[in-house]
């Protein structure tokens, strides 16, 4: 059974509940009477609309007709389209345009959830009520402790979840607004707050005061209460004022400090040091750098006047190195360079050494530069070791981290018990720095920390050195006979005889790589003479005074010693040594493979002599000797094969062996309080860094000479 609307929609009822299956027969209907061809479900849901209530299709009815028309509930039904589903009624004109009225009416309210409000009006009739069950619950609360009837109970309650509320607004404007106030207006506002605070307070001291005391006239009593109080206002404040201001002294002191001792203020030193060391040594530091020099065409007088006094400056010093010219002009006699004799004595420019600038401070003044490195990552990070040679002038050593940025200042400065003998920068870890003491010990620091103690220390170890470490190196080995692959090691050479391989683990420990032995001196009899007997050795070791890796197979290196010989020594042979150089006559002080052609090696020692050695030939190829001094340091150019350094007592001086092998092509002699100690080349630059006696290291810079071919040797 389907019923349809005027227009056609189905509208036909569901029967929210089933009939009882042996239903009761109820009375026939006109909607029965007219529908007698319906079978027996038609009959028996049509006979349940007749009943009262209970129908759907009733219910439906009551809610379309008006109330008080149930008389008419027959017709109604009796106007409703019934029909089969195979009987298909067509729908008029005027089925269409009649009128259906349709009335809406509010059902029942249906509480699905009801929470009563906790909040209760103060005008309500449960105001009172609520009054005094909150008062008995602030008693039983302030009760609470020792209280029999309080038992503490948990329960677990569910929070509420979070809501995002959004509002639509204006948009925020925002301004930046700054004053300048100087610390003397903070001074005065907070002195003017203090002071009237105080003398409002002994003002009204002072009211409360003169109302108790009785009065005899009312004009006695006036003038007297007002000069009393004049009189004690007056002295209270000046006893205020002095405490707020020493008060306020004291805070300002510690304020000035801590700001003084704050990360962020030195931070902010730090940069504007390093902006005004790059604005004072910008001409050196470009100089320096092999770059050119600018100047501003929008200099002040002030700016020009320092660029004139540079300039007189190098032209004293350049006056002053005229003294040398007999000795220089002995290098332009080689046949290599006849070719600038055609020249003019004004376009001929003798190579000369141009002072850039120092490192110095009051810290390391008076201390002796014993080593200088350079960092394997940073080539513009110095490390400098300072200490004394000599046993009588031993003090407390320094070894210093100098910059570029800072010449002026070390940016780390490590402090040591001793003097430092030698130092130098590892190439795996770029941040450790090697540090070898004159009392045999051996240091190892950490140049990123700020924190001046050493990482590993050799205190502990049981088989450290006894005597100065004289020579440290970072070195690496080629193991891949054992498959270890290469390994940086750290190697020492020490008065005690040993040259020794150091273990870096949780601590220093260390292994011999070689023992030296004493060798006697190969001395031939005269004719006729008898044979000499040998004499007794106090000690069957010799002092160690320098090594030196070769360059391309670490395998092999050179040892000197305070004897005088040579010893060519395998890291695989420690029992006997491969060569021995005899030449020298006094203590070899440094000993350096060429970097270009590494079968020649030099050597520098206490007898006022620099030799050259092959390593196949036991005699020295040249001996170099240019002054009654001791040679401390050589060092090899690392952009020539033919040019070196070497430091005496007197002088600095360049060899370049393309040009004389007789003398050098540049001399300059050391102050006449000082001596040279030390000198290392620049890695990028043509520039020479010497170190003295009286803790100074001077920067040169290399001018006009020529730099032959590497490649030629």
């Known amino acids: 059974l389907q019923v349809f609307d005027d227009e056609g929609k189905e509208v036909t009822p569901h029967p929210l509940f089933h009939s009882d299956p042996n239903p009761v027969v109820p009375k026939q209907g006109k909607l029965l009477a007219s529908s007698a061809y319906f079978g027996a479900t038609g009959s028996g849901f049509l006979s349940s609309t007749s009943m009262s209530n209970a129908s759907t299709t009733e219910s439906v009815l009551d809610e379309i007709v008006e109330p008080g028309s149930r008389r008419d509930t027959t017709v109604s039904l009796s106007d409703v389209q019934v029909r089969h589903e195979e009987i298909k009624e067509e729908l008029t004109q005027a089925d269409l345009d009649r009128r259906v009225d349709i009335y809406l009416t509010e059902t029942e309210t249906v509480w699905m959830l009801d929470m009563p409000s906790v909040v209760v009006s103060v005008e309500s009739e449960d105001a009172g009520r609520v009054l005094e069950r909150n008062r008995i619950y602030v008693d039983i609360c302030k009760n609470r402790p020792g209280n029999d009837r309080f038992v503490e109970k948990t329960m677990q309650t569910i929070n509420g979840a979070a809501k995002n509320k959004e509002a639509q607004c204006d948009k925020i404007i925002m301004e930046d ?64 004022e002095s405490a707020v201001l020493a008060r306020i002294h004291k805070e300002e002191e510690s304020h000035s400090k801590a700001i003084l001792t704050s990360e962020n203020f030195q931070q902010d030193l730090f940069f504007m040091e390093r902006i005004l060391m790059e604005n004072i040594f910008q001409p050196k530091l470009a100089a320096y750098r092999q770059l050119p020099v600018l100047t501003d065409p929008d200099a002040t007088s002030d700016t020009s006047n320092t660029v004139a006094a540079v300039k007189e400056a190098k032209q004293e010093e350049h006056d002053k190195e005229k003294k040398n010219k007999g000795e220089q002009k002995k290098a332009f006699t080689d046949p290599s360079i006849l070719s600038d004799l055609n020249k003019t004595p004004e376009e001929i420019v003798p190579p000369r050494l141009a002072q850039l600038w120092s490192y110095i401070c009051d810290l390391t003044n008076g201390h002796s530069v014993s080593s200088m490195a350079w960092s394997k990552v940073n080539p513009d990070l110095l490390a400098v070791g300072y200490g004394a040679f000599d046993f009588k002038e031993q003090k407390k050593g320094l070894a210093c981290c100098w910059s570029l940025k800072n010449p002026t200042w070390p940016e780390r400065i490590f402090r040591c018990q001793h003097g430092v003998t030698a130092l130098d920068f590892s190439t795996a870890s770029p941040n450790l720095l090697a540090v070898g003491m004159y009392n045999g010990s051996v240091a190892i620091y950490n140049v990123r920390s700020c924190n001046n103690t050493a990482l590993l220390d050799s205190s502990e170890s049981s088989n450290k050195h006894t005597g100065p470490v004289w020579q440290l190196r970072w070195v690496k080995q080629d193991r891949a006979e054992t498959g270890d692959g290469k390994k940086e090691r750290l190697i020492s050479i020490s008065a005690d005889g040993r040259i020794t391989e150091w273990l870096i683990q949780k601590r220093l420990d260390c292994t011999d790589l070689m023992k030296i032995k004493r060798t006697e001196s190969e001395k031939k009899n005269l004719p006729g003479e008898k044979e000499r007997k040998s004499e007794a050795l106090i000690s069957r070791r010799a002092v160690g005074m320098c090594f030196d890796f070769h360059p391309k197979d670490t395998n092999f290196y050179l040892a000197g010693t305070e004897e005088g010989p040579i010893h060519q020594c395998s890291c695989s042979c420690k029992e006997q040594f491969l060569e021995t150089y005899r030449g020298h006559k006094g203590p070899v002080y440094k000993v350096a493979w060429n970097p270009f052609s590494t079968d020649m090696f030099l050597s520098c020692s206490a007898d006022w002599s620099i030799m050259l050695w092959h390593r196949d030939s036991q005699t020295p190829i040249f001996t170099f000797s240019s002054a009654t001094a001791f040679v401390h340091d050589i060092m090899w150019s690392p952009k020539s094969a033919f040019i070196f350094a070497a430091a005496n007592e007197s002088r600095v001086e360049i060899w370049d062996l393309s040009v004389s092998t007789l003398s050098p092509v540049i001399s300059c002699f050391a102050n006449p309080r000082g001596k040279f100690t030390a000198v290392l080349f620049a890695k990028n630059t043509d520039c020479l860094l010497v170190g003295d006696s009286k803790g100074e290291v001077r920067v040169f810079e290399l001018q006009n000479l020529p730099a032959p071919n590497r490649n030629k040797v």
Not at 183 to 210: C, H, M, N, P, Q
Not at 215 to 239: A, F, L
């Open 177 to 240: 607004k700054g004053v300048m106030v100087t610390s003397w207006d903070l001074y005065d506002s907070f002195s003017v707050s203090e002071i009237e605070r105080t003398s409002k307070a002994e003002g009204s001291r002072a009211t409360t005061g003169k109302s108790s005391k009785p009065c005899t006239t009312k004009e006695h009593d006036q003038t007297t209460s007002v000069s009393s109080d004049r009189g004690s206002t007056t002295s209270s404040v000046m006893i205020l």
